[in-house]
């Protein structure tokens, strides 16, 4: 059973323009989520993180939003550039359980020039 | 500030052997985590060490094991391989307090034959 689920395997955006990447969740316990970026052949990379009692954080061109009621979020990269192309994973997990990080499946992001 | 080192980077294997991975925090990081990836199952969590205690553990069998050392340098030992292990095996780095930050290493490549 998937607790993390991004049915999106893949997206092309045109450079400029705007990203958004959706992720879901089941476990109503989770607190925290974090995105990364992955490309091939290195880790993945924290983008940015956000917390349950937030619904928005912003960090420069990404920002991420949270709805808990629909257990829900999902991350705006504006503007889209080509160097953004990589893998997107979100991650969750439940507060004071440590590093214990669940990852949704990922979303492949292409930014077309 | 160096980030999160993987030895080695590539590893090959036979069936039945065992397998010890490194990995060294970023400087001031005590907990340190492990996770799998595969193209089948994503990436998964297999445990969580901080101050030289496992803090989590994900749903792996009792071959995967761990163990971090004083200085936070943490390593991973498999023990009679199985082909199903070949994976990309990832260890992330984090402060461990209250912010659940993680930062990836590069991998290190397990190819079981």
């Known amino acids: 059973d998937q607790q993390v689920k991004q049915n999106s395997p893949s997206l092309s955006v045109q450079e400029g323009r705007i990203s958004i990447l959706n992720c879901d969740y089941t476990?109503?316990?989770?607190?925290?989520f974090l995105w990364y970026k992955k490309y091939p052949a290195e880790g993945p990379t924290f983008l940015i993180s956000?917390?349950?009692?937030?619904d928005k954080n912003e960090d420069g061109r990404f920002t991420v939003f949270l709805n808990k009621s629909a257990k829900h979020l999902s991350l705006h990269i504006v503007p889209s550039q080509p160097g953004d192309s990589a893998v997107y994973f979100c991650?969750?997990?439940?507060?004071?359980?440590?590093?214990?990080?669940?990852f949704g499946p990922g979303t492949r992001l292409s930014v077309l020039p | 500030k160096a980030g999160v080192t993987q030895t080695p980077r590539y590893l090959i294997k036979t069936r039945g052997q065992q397998v010890t991975l490194s990995c060294s925090p970023i400087?001031?990081?005590?907990?340190v985590s492990w996770y799998q990836q595969t193209p089948g199952q994503g990436l998964q969590f297999l445990f969580e060490?901080?101050?030289?205690?496992?803090?989590n553990k994900g749903n792996f069998p009792g071959r995967f094991s761990g163990r971090q050392f004083s200085n936070s340098r943490s390593e991973m030992n498999v023990s009679t391989l199985e082909l199903g292990d070949s994976a990309l095996y990832l260890c992330?780095?984090?402060?461990?307090?209250?912010?659940?930050?993680?930062?990836f290493g590069p991998g290190t490549r397990l190819t079981v034959t």
């Open positions: 992330a780095s984090a402060t461990g307090g209250l912010s659940y930050e993680q930062y």
């Open positions: 060490y901080f101050s030289e205690t496992q803090r």
């Open positions: 991650a969750a997990a439940r507060d004071n359980y440590g590093q214990n990080f669940v």
């Open positions: 400087s001031g990081h005590r907990s």
């Open positions: 956000i917390s349950s009692i937030k």
């Open positions: 476990n109503s316990m989770f607190d925290y």
